[in-house]
């Protein structure tokens, strides 16, 4: 359903991305996970139109979309939570929520409300609130439920888990579980490889813009180099600090 093929991507004269190879299938939550640096958001970015890759193809439902631009790729059903969710700070929850169905004008948006709302209770509770006096985990949700509206098909999250206390990395995880159907494919950037392997049908690794491991999340989790460097020893703790 999607495919990434050999994606290279530069800033200036930098090359960030080497070659990438993914693929992400209907039904599925796909995990990339890897260090600061690695070149997860400039990925995203390039699925999302943001930036052009220098080689490469992106293939989404049989089309090369390298050279669409982000709004035509929005309206194909592909969606992108960006790392720092950039909720509208001075809009209310629902208008943030009706923002979200802007790639689809004309359409009834009550069915998709109610969804998010089901989905989150404490959405429709707070919907008149405005969007920055959220709490972080309560803004992570909104973000979510934004990003329903659009009805993707295909759905990138980009760290969801930044910032948020474990109880709330916890709620999103589930949410994002909820999130799994049989029509939508899901590629979960994370930094927190336990939770993200918990989740994912299957996972790769990236370091410094290659993949170097590919695999199923109980695969990867019990890998024993994924398990030195991103499951244990002096990164898990620095990643614990950061919380
Ligand atoms: N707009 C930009 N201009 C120049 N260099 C950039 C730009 N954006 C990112 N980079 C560089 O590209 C590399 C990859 O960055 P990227 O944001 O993709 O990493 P990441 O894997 O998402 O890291 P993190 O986990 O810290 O978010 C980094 O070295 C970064 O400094
Ligand atoms: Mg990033």
């Known amino acids: 359903m999607f495919e990434v093929k050999g994606i290279e991507a530069r800033y200036g004269t930098i090359q960030v991305l080497k070659g990438i190879d993914l693929e992400v299938r209907k039904g599925e939550i796909v ?40 709004h035509k790729i929005v309206r194909r059903g ?6 720092g969710r950039e909720v509208l700070s001075q809009m209310t929850v629902l208008e943030n929520l009706l923002m979200g169905g802007f790639s689809r004008p004309g359409e009834d948006l009550n069915d998709s409300l109610d969804t998010v709302f089901q989905m989150f209770p404490i959405l429709q509770e707070r919907q008149g609130q405005l969007g920055k006096t959220l709490s972080g985990g309560e803004q992570q949700m909104l973000a979510l439920g934004r990003a329903l509206m659009a009805r993707p098909k295909l ?36 930094q927190n490889a336990r939770k993200a392997f918990q989740v994912a049908d299957r996972g790769y690794v990236l370091e410094i813009g290659k993949i170097v491991l590919a ?11 994924v398990r030195e460097a991103y499951l244990g020893g002096k990164r898990a703790k620095r990643q614990d600090l950061r919380k």
């Open 31 to 70: 995990t990339l996970i890897g260090a600061n640096g690695a070149g997860k958001t400039t990925l995203l970015s390039v699925i999302s139109g943001i930036l052009t890759p220098s080689k490469g193809e992106v293939i989404f439902e049989g089309e090369n979309i390298v050279k669409i631009p982000p």
């Open 78 to 83: 592909i969606c992108l939570i960006q790392e």
């Open 155 to 190: 759905f990138m999250m980009d760290e969801p888990s930044l910032g948020l206390a474990p109880k709330l990395v916890n709620e999103v995880f589930a949410k994002i579980m909820e999130l799994k159907t049989a029509d939508v494919a899901i590629l979960l950037v994370e």
């Open 215 to 225: 695999g199923s999340g109980e695969e990867l989790s019990s890998n024993e180099k």
